[in-house]
């Protein structure tokens, strides 16, 4: 079923009202109809057609100057097949009805069938549109004499007289009446109603056009006539029947068929002959020879052509042109292509130059002088491999006027330019241009057009406009329109090089660079980045994003305990905290990176380290190294598997502990990284002052650059446009002004409340560091309650609740050591089981080539009010022939103009629905 349309109400009224529909301002193309293209009248300021359509390349559907090619160029344009067919044509429908004298409500629906000419059903056609019917966005539809209109959202037309329900286009016009249909009891066959399904009385004016002659010059010019039905005829014949066909024979009978044969006898039987003899016997032979003698019949020549005049020449080539017959070359040779020189000697090498000078040494150089002496470095183009556009550049402040030179350096004579001068960013405000002497003569044409400069140049005689050479062809001048320091590329776009003949030069372009000096533009912040997608894996979660533009590199954050955000402490490292919820709710430290971390983790085995293993850190000396879990600080001691003197790497490789945070060739010192994941040289606790093992080779700059003033400023939006920092649970950044030297100073230095993740750009995606817990599953939480728990292997989940009333869901991993923290919330409303009424198909069995029947049947077991349908059947077997209605619909309206589509279309216009099962359609 493709769509099944419910209406919830539908009345049938046996009350019958009064409207008058009249068929007026009939328009039909006759025979006499001449279809015939304008004239080309060019534009204003002189440019032809032949310019427009064949120099400039333009087309027909395209505009110039504001104005359509088909107004400019008429004649070049003109279509033929876009004249109207005879027998087309249109009309209005238009109707009389007022409220009250027994009507019953305003018109809801109609189905008007007519006669005397065709309507479309060629998919997409329009057949009616406009009026009443149109205003009120009733649905127009038809079959091939029938207009249907009705509205399935119940609006209605409007009361009134002489009013334009809609207008029709039609076909096959024959010259008839055009009216409305009757049934066989002389009633209307169409149907009119309200909106209460009442059948509406309907008074009719039908449209009867005169034809006849309508040419007063006519000897049967009939005055009535409306329409001209082609009879029009100008001489009377014998009989004085006007246009009669009867004239007066040889026999002076008039109609009479006696003729006079060649011999001037009236009746009589001789006939000329092919050579204009009466009664000779010359015939016309197989050539076209006409004689009397056969014995001189065309013959075939050397092609086999019947007296045809082709010769074979010395050369064996046969053919009719004497004029290629092969000769002898001055070595006597029969088709020999040996030529006597300038100097008479045969194959000589001796040729003529230029002042016709035999064996002379004049050349034409590169401007076409015979004998003259100008270099290529005067004619052509020099400085570039092919044809190629140049901007000159320029150092301004901002607000500055200048101008610099466009230039073209060319090979190829130009004939036609048309380009577009852009500035990049859109900085400049163009002002005027002056052309160079290479353009002296010729017509230049310029407008804006969203602030790019659009440049036409053109001869009107089709002449060079641009000989070959180099150098400039316009001096433009800018102002500059900012106030910020920038620098903008001068280029080109939508460029066309025209030679002699309107074809396309190739070319190059080498932008120009204009550098402003002045203020230094605001700061813009990167879009936050959006659409993240968190995905579950063995031991490890992975993450992916949308990009956003204008970001460099993206920091992932994570919370730092299974259990959630925390409170307490004072923000200084080693102060006491609390956790406040998931399994490690309770006692917690202000950790190395001043968050909130379990205080059961110090000392239990496992290295919490600045690379955040674990999701802590107590890499310090405030924890004593997690202590010991970590060592000395220096790599060594510890459960980490090295020696006391040792640094374990990230990947387990032990290195000499005096290695850590010794410097990289990257920040300018002599070592490089001694971890193969360079794990040695974390930028974040490498960079800490406060460290005793902090390498010299970290400098400064390397580290942070300068040190954020002490001064006080406002940090919201600051603070709001760090991509993704809003998990933050243990930073209040209220809209107050704080001192923030020593906060930012830790920022520079790479202490982050999440763990940071280098991502690249390209990849917009990447996967956490693999944190060795297991994951066990996850619990889904509605509206703050637990609903169900599911495992890790599951990540979606059905939930059955009350329809209509909004719930809001979060989802929590649950860890072995816990919950993670909850997702974000989502929230959504259940819908209403939606009403139901069901078509099913019946069964035939039949064989190959044999018509069958199946029947389509409904199933409304909820009694709706069924008002229309619409689906498709579809078959590889059989094809759809026929649909009949069943007593449940018979009634309704069946149109099938797509019947061999399969499409079955239904509805109830001013009869009751269907309300009950039962079988609806019989389909053959």
């Known amino acids: 079923m493709k769509n099944l349309l419910i209406i919830s109400s539908m009345f049938f009224s046996m009350m019958f009202s009064q409207i008058s529909l009249s068929i007026e301002d009939v328009v039909v193309i006759g025979e006499d109809y001449v279809c015939e293209p304008g004239e080309d009248v060019g534009t204003a300021t002189g440019q ?7 120099l400039f390349g333009f087309t027909c559907d395209a505009d110039f100057a504001g104005a359509p090619l088909t107004e400019i160029c008429a004649e070049s344009c003109f279509d033929s097949s876009n004249c109207p067919a005879v027998g087309t044509g249109s009309l209005s429908v238009y109707y009389d009805y007022t409220e009250g004298s027994g009507t019953t409500g305003p018109l809801a629906g109609f189905e008007i069938p007519f006669t005397g000419f065709e309507l479309s059903t060629e998919a997409g056609a329009v057949v009616a549109s406009g009026g009443e019917a149109e ?23 409007p009361y009134g007289e002489n009013l334009l329900l809609t207008q029709v286009f039609f076909q096959n016009y024959g010259g008839a ?6 049934d066989e009891s002389g009633d209307f066959a169409g149907t009119i109603s309200d909106n209460v399904g009442g059948d509406i009385s309907t008074d009719l004016t039908c449209f009867s056009p005169s034809l006849g002659c309508t040419d007063e010059t006519a000897c049967n010019y009939n005055p009535d006539a409306v329409l001209d039905d082609g009879s029009c005829a100008f001489e009377e014949d014998c009989n004085g029947v006007c246009g009669g066909t009867a004239v007066v024979d040889c026999a002076n009978e008039c109609g009479g068929s006696a003729v006079v044969d060649c011999a001037n006898e009236c009746g009589g039987s001789a006939t000329v002959d092919c050579s204009g003899i009466c009664g000779g016997e010359a015939y016309e032979d197989n050539c076209g020879e006409c004689d009397a003698d056969p014995a001189n019949d065309c013959t075939e020549d050397c092609n086999g052509v019947l007296d045809g005049d082709a010769t074979e020449d010395e050369c064996g080539v046969c053919d009719n042109d004497p004029t290629n017959d092969c000769v002898e070359d001055c070595n006597g040779v029969f088709g020999g292509d040996a030529e006597l020189d300038c100097n008479n000697i045969c194959n000589g090498g001796s040729v003529i130059d230029c002042n016709d000078v035999c064996n002379g040494g004049a050349v034409v150089d590169c401007n076409g002088v015979c004998g003259g002496d100008a270099a290529p470095e005067d004619c052509g183009c020099t400085d570039f491999d092919v044809n190629t556009f140049s901007f000159g550049g320029a150092n301004i402040d901002a607000g500055d006027t200048f101008t610099v030179d466009l230039s073209l350096c060319n090979d190829d004579p130009v004939y036609g330019i048309n380009l577009t001068v852009t500035d990049t960013p859109d900085q400049l405000d163009f002002l005027s241009f002056e052309a160079s002497s290479r353009l002296d003569g010729v017509n230049i044409s310029s407008n804006v057009v969203n602030g790019d400069l659009v440049i036409v140049a053109f001869d009107q005689n089709l002449n060079t406009i641009i000989s070959a050479g180099s150098g400039p062809i316009l001096s433009l001048t800018f102002e500059s329109s900012s106030i910020y320091e920038s620098q903008i590329s001068l280029g080109l776009s939508d460029v066309t090089l025209s030679d002699s003949v309107g074809d396309v030069i ?14 230094e533009p605001p700061p813009v912040a990167p879009d936050a980045p959006t659409d993240l997608v968190v995905t579950a894996g063995d031991s490890e979660v992975s993450l992916s994003w949308s990009a956003s533009f204008g970001a460099s590199e993206y920091q992932v954050w994570r919370e730092e305990t299974a259990g959630g955000g925390g409170n307490g402490g004072n923000g200084n490292i080693g102060s006491d905290c609390t956790i406040a919820d998931g399994q490690y709710a309770g006692p917690g430290f202000i950790d190395c990176f001043e968050f909130c971390s ?9 290295c919490d380290d600045q690379n955040l293993t674990w999701g802590a850190n107590f890499f310090c000396e405030e924890f004593a190294f997690d202590g010991g879990d970590c060592g000395d600080g220096n790599g060594g001691g510890g459960t980490t598997g090295c020696q006391a003197d040792e640094f374990e790497c990230g990947d387990g490789a032990c290195i000499t502990g005096s290695y850590f945070c010794d410097g990289t060739l990257e920040t300018g010192a ?8 360079g794990s040695d040289e974390g930028i974040a606790i490498c960079c800490d002052a406060n460290y005793t093992y902090a390498a010299s080779g970290y400098d400064q700059a390397y580290c942070g650059g300068q040190t954020v ?3 006080s400023f406002s940090i919201e939006n600051y603070m709001n446009k760090i991509s993704v920092m809003n998990g933050m649970s243990n930073f209040n950044y209220s809209n107050t002004n704080i001192n923030i030297n020593a906060y930012m100073d830790k920022l520079s230095n790479g202490y982050h409340s999440r763990l940071e993740a280098k991502l690249a750009a390209v990849n917009y995606s990447n996967d956490v560091q693999n944190i060795n817990r297991d994951l066990i599953g996850y619990e889904i939480y509605r509206d703050g309650s637990l609903v169900a728990s599911v495992g890790s292997n599951q990540t979606s989940y059905d939930d059955y609740v009350a329809a209509g009333q909004e719930y809001c869901y979060v989802v929590k991993a649950q860890y072995d050591e816990g919950l993670a923290a909850g997702s974000n919330e989502a929230c959504a409303s259940a819908l209403a089981p939606p009403s139901f009424a069901g078509l099913s198909v019946g069964n035939a069995l039949a064989t190959t080539g044999e018509t069958f029947t199946l029947d389509i049947s409904l199933q409304n077991d909820e009694a709706l009010e069924i008002a229309g349908f619409e689906f498709t059947v579809s078959s590889s077997l059989a094809s759809l022939v026929g649909v009949s209605s069943t007593s449940l619909s018979e009634e309704f309206d069946i149109p099938t103009p797509n019947l061999d589509e399969g499409i079955i279309v239904g509805y109830a216009l001013g009869v009751p629905p269907i309300v009950e099962s039962g079988d609806i359609l019989t389909l053959t």
């Open 48 to 54: 032809t057609c032949e310019q427009l359509l064949g």
């Open 135 to 157: 205003a009120a966005n009733f649905g127009l539809s038809n079959n091939i004499d029938t207009v249907i209109g009705f509205s399935s959202q119940g609006a209605t037309l």
């Open 177 to 182: 009446d055009i009216c409305f249909e009757y």
């Open 506 to 519: 190739n070319f190059d372009v080498v932008d120009g660079i204009v550098n402003v000096s002045g203020e």
């Open 598 to 606: 379990p205080a059961s983790w110090i000392g239990d085995g496992y």
């Open 670 to 677: 002599t070592w490089p990284a001694d971890c193969a994941d």
């Open 709 to 711: 003033s002490s001064s």
